[in-house]
């Protein structure tokens, strides 16, 4: 099925939650890139003038995002428009993120905060926005995935990825089944493709640079 084209300006406002706050200028050099492995990616998108950085001149690729940014920028670059009622307790409504998370938390998984909380402002799990990059692809697209019997997605999870420990580990999923088949399906789609050391490590926070990455292999013509 042909993937729906998000518009430029949803892009730009995507990009735009990474920066807080945004430096203008008009070269897009950052000082901390260099040697980067997404050092490409950074400035593909720094030349468009979609992304800025910080006001030292920095992009600090490797920081983190929060679960609060997760649903910023899923709902900023995928046009998301239904709302659904927040009842959990440790999220205000008059905070920035509020609107965001009527409209993406159902994509960010929440398992191991509880029913009633959403943490917004702890880091995002690798496995959170595998999970949540995965949702929204499907969701966006209508793909329909002809899944593996779980023993053989467990099977090439083990054979491409190093880390069995993490993947037999209870990060933020209810069952090691589902952990597999978030794991298998953000590599079988193109969207994660682990560390360059083998390892896919779902229990680390995602980086900066990691979800740029992401936004570009699931925007045609932007990797």
């Known amino acids: 099925m042909v993937k729906k084209v998000l518009s430029l300006?949803?892009?730009?406002?995507?990009?735009?939650?990474?920066?807080s706050p945004p430096v203008t200028a008009?070269?897009?050099?950052?000082?901390?890139i260099s040697g980067h492995w997404a050092e490409r990616t950074i400035v593909q998108f720094a030349d468009a003038g979609i992304i800025s950085g910080f006001?030292?001149?920095?992009?600090?690729?490797?920081q983190t995002v929060?679960?609060?940014?997760?649903?910023?920028?899923?709902?900023?670059?995928?046009?998301?428009n239904e709302a659904f009622p927040v009842t959990f307790s440790d999220v205000d409504?008059?905070?920035?993120?509020?609107?965001?998370?009527?409209?993406?938390a159902r994509f960010i998984p929440n398992h191991q905060f509880g029913e009633s909380n959403f943490a917004p402002n702890a880091r995002a799990h690798r496995i959170d926005a595998a999970a949540a990059f995965?949702?929204?692809?499907?969701?966006?697209?209508?793909?329909?995935i002809d899944m593996p019997t779980y023993e053989e997605i467990a099977r090439q999870v083990r054979a491409t990825f190093r880390d069995t420990d993490y993947l037999?580990?209870?990060?933020?999923?209810?069952?090691?089944?589902?952990?597999?088949?978030?794991?298998?399906l953000a590599?079988?789609?193109?969207?994660?493709?682990?560390?360059?050391d083998g390892y896919f490590r779902p229990a680390w926070g995602v980086r900066r640079a990691e979800v740029l990455t992401i936004i570009a292999r699931m925007l045609p013509g932007t990797e």
């Open 168 to 184: 037999y580990g209870d990060i933020s999923f209810p069952n090691v089944q589902q952990l597999f088949r978030v794991t298998w």
């Open 134 to 144: 995965v949702s929204i692809e499907l969701y966006t697209t209508g793909m329909a």
């Open 93 to 104: 409504p008059g905070a920035w993120y509020y609107a965001y998370l009527q409209l993406a």
């Open 9 to 19: 300006t949803a892009l730009v406002l995507c990009l735009l939650i990474l920066v």
């Open 66 to 80: 929060t679960r609060a940014e997760l649903a910023a920028i899923l709902t900023r670059a995928f046009d998301l």
């Open 55 to 62: 006001p030292d001149g920095t992009f600090r690729p490797d």
């Open 26 to 32: 008009a070269s897009p050099a950052f000082t901390d």
């Open 187 to 196: 590599h079988h789609l193109g969207l994660m493709e682990g560390c360059p």
